[in-house]
Nanobody
Framework: QVQLVESGGGLVQAGGSLRLSCASS????????MGWFRQAPGKEREFVAR???????RYADSVKDRFTISRDNAKNTVYLQMSSLKPEDTAVYYC????????????????????WGQGTQVTVSS
């Protein structure tokens, strides 16, 4: 069983920055691929970014060049640095783990992940 705990959410003005963290209880965190998703009110959960076990990254077009995903395997933590935030970035942000560490799948769909955190709220005011 892997537990994921997100932190770092909050209220920020448009144009500001936040860094989300997701700490994992998994003993082999370095072998996991990790992703961030978000769900805005009244909308479906959507892919934001992912980082594979070997450090390959991929972003949704809506956040490319504004968000950066990274990981610190020594701390069992994945980060999402968010800059130039917009009101439309307002959502609950979830981190997810693919404990199989697959490289042959895109890891942009919810069903490709087997563990999820509880989410952290990010609110961007205009």
């Amino acid at each position: 069983q892997v537990q994921l705990v997100e932190s770092g959410g909050g209220l920020v003005q448009a144009g500001g920055s936040l860094r989300l963290s997701c700490a994992s209880s998994g003993r082999t965190f370095s072998s996991y691929s990790m992703g961030w998703f978000r769900q805005a009110p009244g909308k479906e959960r959507e892919f934001v970014a992912r980082i594979s076990r070997i450090g390959l990254t991929r972003y949704a077009d809506s956040v490319k060049d504004r968000f950066t995903i990274s990981r610190d395997n020594a701390k069992n933590t994945v980060y999402l640095q968010m800059s130039s935030l917009k009101p439309e970035d307002t959502a609950v942000y979830y981190c997810a783990a693919d404990t199989n560490g697959r490289l042959e799948v895109p890891l942009v769909r919810e069903y490709e992940y087997d563990y999820w955190g509880q989410g952290t709220q990010v609110t961007v005011s205009s």
